[in-house]
């Protein structure tokens, strides 16, 4: 099993873009088939070092973490999403 975790920084970090931003995120479940799980948090706290949101995405292997990477719905919909609003990110993957 794979963790892929993202913590995105936004460049508006505005309550309805986080929302927005967070449902974008979630509606990986259904439309994305090697997730095997996904968790979508918003930052309450705003601190200086804080990130806006979290992404977490459990995959079978490396295999379906690559097809994760070039599903369709996850480049077409929510990357060209992701690259419009956020102003960086950072990643860790890793096996359960």
């Given at each position: 099993?794979?963790?892929?975790?993202?913590?995105?920084?936004?460049?508006?970090?505005?309550?309805?873009?986080?929302t927005k931003t967070a449902d974008i995120l979630k509606s990986m479940k259904g439309?994305?088939?090697?997730?095997?799980?996904?968790?979508?948090?918003?930052?309450f706290l705003h601190s200086q070092r804080s990130y806006d949101i979290i992404l977490?995405?459990?995959?079978?292997?490396?295999?379906?973490?690559?097809?994760?990477?070039?599903?369709?719905?996850?480049?077409?919909?929510?990357?060209?999403?992701?690259?419009?609003?956020?102003?960086?990110?950072?990643?860790?993957?890793?096996?359960?």
């Amino acid at each position: 099993m794979i963790k892929h975790i993202v913590c995105f920084k936004l460049k508006d970090n505005s309550e309805e873009n986080c929302t927005k931003t967070a449902d974008i995120l979630k509606s990986m479940k259904g439309n994305v088939p090697t997730l095997l799980d996904i968790e979508v948090g918003v930052d309450f706290l705003h601190s200086q070092r804080s990130y806006d949101i979290i992404l977490q995405v459990t995959l079978e292997s490396e295999d379906k973490l690559e097809e994760y990477q070039n599903d369709a719905y996850h480049c077409d919909v929510v990357k060209k999403h992701m690259h419009s609003v956020m102003e960086s990110s950072v990643a860790v993957d890793y096996i359960l």
